[in-house]
């Protein structure tokens, strides 16, 4: 297995641990945005991948996910992490504000999962041009899962969502060495194993303060705390699904997502999207079968 060497680069206001594999600064950037509970490493198998299709593919830490920067402004809202997104590109690239072909490395490719799927959605719909493609896994926009949200079965799914918008959270999370998120990943899972995904995410949820960054990603959904002034301006359009065509990837027996979700994606995203079950897998397709999920995802990217 590939061995990464953590980076860090800054890129809107905060410092941004990342790992990579490819060219640096020579071949197109392919963006991979990581979940919960989750690191930059659920991208261990793709990043080579990516780069031996001649991307410089590069995973970073979201933040407050050590060892990127906890920000000060507690702010977790879409707007704010499309926004990381769109500055990390401008930063590892050298693009200005408006990313052309002629632009620094030009567009990209963005590869989000989970929370990452939302950032991606709101990177691409901000800035358009920075980005080429659009692969988003196990999580659709929120207008799909709206119609589905407060169904009993989903709901039940979704039960830790709501956990998370109480002051139990951060203690039910850190409680006997974070068995809480190892349930969620066998829960989430099938027959698959997460204890190499679980150290990294330990190291990342190291002290409380990051613990609490990743619980208010789910917080900043019902608005349980003030949202930036910052982003006010580009908060709807954040929002948004993007133009651009989608490849969405979800597992089949997703123990945190029902299949009606990716149905109703399909009706959500742009013309020419494409949205596919992945069999006999559950929330996390590309660690549960990574060679026939890596090569859809090349596939589309090509």
Do not use: K
Request: aromatic share 12%; with cysteine; charged share 20%.
């Amino acid at each position: 297995m590939t061995t990464f060497t953590v980076h860090s680069v800054p890129a809107n206001g905060l410092r941004f641990g990342y790992i990579e594999a490819g060219e640096a600064g020579e071949a197109p950037l392919a963006l991979c945005l990581h979940g919960f509970p989750d690191t930059a490493h659920t991208f261990r198998y793709l990043l080579p991948e990516l780069a031996r299709a001649g991307y410089w593919a590069v995973a970073p830490f979201m933040r407050g996910y050590a060892p990127t920067e906890v920000p000060e402004d507690a702010c977790y809202e879409t707007a704010a992490l499309a926004t990381d997104v769109n500055a990390l590109h401008a930063a590892l690239t050298g693009s200005g504000p408006r990313s052309s072909t002629e632009d620094g490395l030009g567009p990209g490719v963005l590869i989000g999962h989970d929370w990452g799927a939302f950032a991606a959605y709101g990177a691409a719909a901000l800035e358009p041009r920075r980005w080429r493609s659009v692969v988003a896994l196990s999580s659709p926009p929120t207008r799909a899962i709206i119609p589905s949200f407060l169904d009993y079965d989903q709901l039940r799914r979704s039960f830790h969502q709501f956990l998370f918008q109480t002051p139990l959270a951060e203690a039910a999370v850190m409680r006997d060495d974070y068995a809480f998120l190892r349930r969620l990943w066998t829960d989430w899972t099938v027959d698959y194993d997460p204890s190499t995904d679980l150290t990294h995410v330990r190291a990342a949820l190291r002290d409380q303060a990051n613990v609490t960054a990743a619980i208010s990603y789910f917080r900043g959904m019902f608005d349980v705390y003030p949202r930036s002034s910052r982003y006010a301006s580009i908060r709807h359009r954040a929002q948004a699904v993007p133009t651009h065509p989608v490849l969405y990837l979800q597992g089949e027996r997703d123990g945190s997502l029902g299949t009606d979700l990716a149905e109703n994606a399909r009706s959500v995203f742009a013309a020419d999207s494409v949205v596919e079950l992945v069999e006999g897998v559950g929330h996390f397709p590309h660690l549960e079968r990574p060679a026939p999920v890596n090569r859809r995802i090349l596939d589309w990217l090509s």
